[in-house]
Each structure stands twice: as C-alpha cells, then as structure tokens.
C-alpha cells in the first residue's frame, strides 16, 4: 500500500507561481512512476504532468512550457512547480503513484487526497 500526501495548494493571482508536493510512503520510490493529474468542477480528472522512475517527463499541452515536474528520489517526493498560471489552471490537483517497477506501461493506482489550487483574474 503507498500512501501519497499532497501539499503546496493555495489561491494565488494570475501569472504567478505555485510550487505542488507529493511525498509518498514505501522504501522504493526510486522505481516508482509518478503523475499530477487535476479535475475542476464538473470536468473530468485529466493529466497534467508525468515523469518516469528514469526520470522521463511528459506534459498536457495545456501547462508544456509553463510547468515542471521534478522528482528527489531521496525524499520520497514529486514536485509540481507551476509559473505562468492562469484561471483556467484552477483545480484539485491530485498526485499518483504506479510503483510497480515496470517500464512502458504506467497504471496509476494510488491517489492523493488532492489539493486546492485557485488562480484568481
């Protein structure tokens, strides 16, 4: 079982900068894949952000150039630093987990509990 806990969500003016973290429990993160995904009111859950146990990255089309995810293997911690936001960026955001360890495939099957951010115009 991981257990993922998120932190970094709050409301801030549009064009700033927020930073997400997601600390997650296990002794093998390093092998972990790991998301943000984001759900606003009435949408569905979509992906923002991925990066690999090897470090790979991919983006929504929406936030490439505008945000950055980034992992600390040594803290068990997965980062979102978002610039540049906008209203529409406006979400829960939640973090995932695949810590299987394979390669190719990733299936998200442990979820945060999310967190709140609110880009005001």
């Known amino acids: 079982q991981v257990q993922l806990v998120e932190s970094g969500g709050e409301l801030v003016q549009a064009g700033g900068s927020l930073r997400l973290s997601c600390t997650a429990s296990?002794?093998?993160?390093?092998?972990?894949?790991m998301g943000w995904y984001r759900q606003a009111p009435g949408k569905n859950r979509d992906m923002v952000a991925t990066i690999s146990s090897r470090g790979f990255t991919n983006y929504a089309d929406s936030v490439k150039g505008r945000f950055t995810i980034s992992r600390d293997n040594a803290k068990n911690t997965v980062y979102l630093q978002m610039n540049r936001l906008k209203p529409e960026d406006t979400a829960v955001y939640y973090c995932?987990?695949?810590?299987?360890?394979?390669?190719?495939?990733?299936?998200?099957?442990?979820w945060g509990q999310g967190t709140q951010v609110t880009v005001s115009s």
């Open positions: 995932a987990a695949d810590p299987r360890g394979i390669s190719g495939t990733i299936i998200f099957n442990y």
């Open positions: 296990g002794r093998t993160f390093n092998v972990y894949h």
